[in-house]
């Protein structure tokens, strides 16, 4: 049987979109599939001051609208669906999803990471109440009031960096001794006036209070991990920025025991055909940039895989 089309891309982030724009100028039939708005994890950025090519910070979801509407120029159709399962039979890859069964001669996973939860009482409850995991989503709610920021990575101080802007009352923690994130960035960070960094502290309990009938953030408690002191204090928000957690359990495939994607130098999965990128596979550093690079590779190998199928190979 002949496939609907060349390539699936599941995921339309920063490795989807540069995978998709490959795809379409290697002239295959590509679809991209995507359960939420193009762009990933670059929606949540406000100024991207690191993405090659761009002097001046550009914000991340004109970067994401800019790789959508190039990958669109080249030919790639795109489908707001989410995806139950892959399997392969023969040599077409056969992908459930919401939206009925789509099929392909080859598929790359680029469905990036989630934000990963602290798991503590009052979180779960007070999320879209005053918990929150996008400064640029929900910063601007809490302009002028105290918020509390958590975790010690480029994510975390990058958005402490952007609530910085919203109001002078941050307080800053992270349960090491020492930010993780980029040394230049965790400097930024331990500059800004507007910024109180505590390290070896976390977060325990969110306690919330009503508010107009309502059950909003109202404190935190938080300990020292160095002595074990336990304190509450008030706070009007709680941003979390811990990591995140692959979305990858859709997929048979090799993975890490974090659950993410391994490949070989050429993006390539376990399962001949089958290609990863980005967020989602198991590499050292994730960067939009890395991401994007990925894409491509994947893309190209995607395109010399397709060819050997049809018998187009160039040899």
Same mark, same amino acid.
């Given at each position: ?20 724009? !490959? ?10 599939? @995507? ?13 991207? *001051? ?5 002097? @001046?910070?550009?914000?991340?979801? $004109?970067?994401?609208?800019? +790789?959508?509407? #190039? ?39 680029? %469905? ?10 009052? $979180?779960? *409850? ?6 929150? !995991? ?34 002078? /009352? ?11 994130? #980029? ?20 977060? /325990? ?23 074990? /002191?336990?304190?509450? $204090? ?23 025991? %974090? ?25 050292? +550093?994730? #960067? ?5 690079? @990925? ?12 060819? $050997? ?7």
């Amino acid at each position: 049987m002949n496939p609907e089309t060349d390539v699936i891309i599941v995921g339309a982030g920063a490795a989807g979109l540069t995978a998709a724009q !490959y795809a379409s100028r290697a002239n295959l039939k590509t679809l991209v599939i @995507e359960q939420m708005a193009p762009g990933g994890q670059s929606l949540i950025i406000d100024d991207l *001051e690191n993405y090659p090519g761009f002097p @001046e910070p550009i914000s991340g979801i $004109e970067l994401a609208q800019r +790789f959508e509407k #190039q990958a669109r120029n080249f030919g790639a159709e795109f489908l707001l669906a989410g995806v139950k399962s892959i399997n392969k039979k023969d040599n077409i890859f056969v992908v459930d999803t919401t939206k009925g069964e789509k099929t392909a001669y080859s598929v790359i996973i680029a %469905t990036g990471s989630q934000h990963r939860k602290l798991g503590i009482p009052g $979180e779960a *409850e007070l999320t879209g109440r005053g918990v929150s !995991y996008c400064a640029t989503c929900d910063g601007p709610f809490f302009k002028g009031k105290k918020m509390l920021v958590v975790g010690g990575g480029d994510a975390a101080c990058d958005e402490a960096m952007y609530l910085s802007k919203l109001t002078d /009352k941050i307080v800053h923690i992270h349960r090491r001794d020492r930010f993780r994130a #980029q040394k230049a960035l965790a400097q930024r960070v331990l500059n800004n006036e507007s910024i109180e960094v505590r390290f070896n502290t976390v977060a /325990k309990e969110i306690k919330g209070k009503e508010q107009n009938g309502i059950t909003k953030v109202g404190s935190v408690v938080l300990e020292d991990v160095t002595t074990g /002191k336990t304190y509450e $204090e008030e706070f009007d928000a709680v941003f979390i920025f811990i990591g995140s957690d692959p979305q990858s359990d859709f997929v048979d495939v090799e993975k890490d025991e %974090t659950g993410y994607i391994i490949t070989d130098q050429n993006m390539e999965t376990s399962i001949k055909g089958m290609f990863c990128a980005g967020d989602v596979r198991a590499t050292p +550093f994730r #960067q939009i940039v890395v991401a994007a690079g @990925e894409g491509a590779i994947a893309a190209h190998r995607a395109a010399m895989h397709v060819d $050997e199928i049809k018998g187009e190979a160039y040899v």
